[in-house]
């Protein structure tokens, strides 16, 4: 049985920082490209960056030089470091892996960045 947990998430000030984390089982961890999506209020799914399974990062401009994706093949899971949180990064975050044309999804976790 597939599953993406993920964890970390919670209400942060303006500026600060969160580090999210996604513990992947019942599929081959190391050989998937991880990502991390995430969902505002009224808006689309967007790609926030991508950690390849050849040790490539890539990243979605809006969080360039904020956001820091790595990945544990040992222990099968995924981060998202953010620091200088803006409010406008308000959204539900999404673990997401790929293969080969198959996609699997996590349940999400929210952050929320207010004063």
């Known amino acids: 049985q597939v599953q993406l947990v993920e964890s970390g998430g919670g209400l942060v000030q303006p500026g600060g920082s969160l580090n999210l984390s996604c513990l992947a089982s019942?599929?081959?961890?190391?050989?998937?490209?991880m990502s991390w999506y995430r969902q505002g209020p009224g808006k689309e799914r967007e790609l926030v960056a991508a950690f390849t399974s050849t040790g490539s990062a890539n990243y979605r401009d809006f969080v360039k030089n904020r956001f820091t994706i790595s990945r544990d093949n040992a222990k099968n899971t995924v981060y998202l470091q953010m620091n200088s949180l803006k409010p406008e990064d308000t959204a539900a975050y999404y673990c997401?892996?790929?293969?080969?044309?198959?996609?699997?999804w996590g349940q999400g976790t929210q952050v929320t960045v207010s004063s």
């Open positions: 997401s892996a790929f293969f080969s044309g198959i996609r699997y």
């Open positions: 019942g599929f081959t961890f190391s050989i998937y490209t």
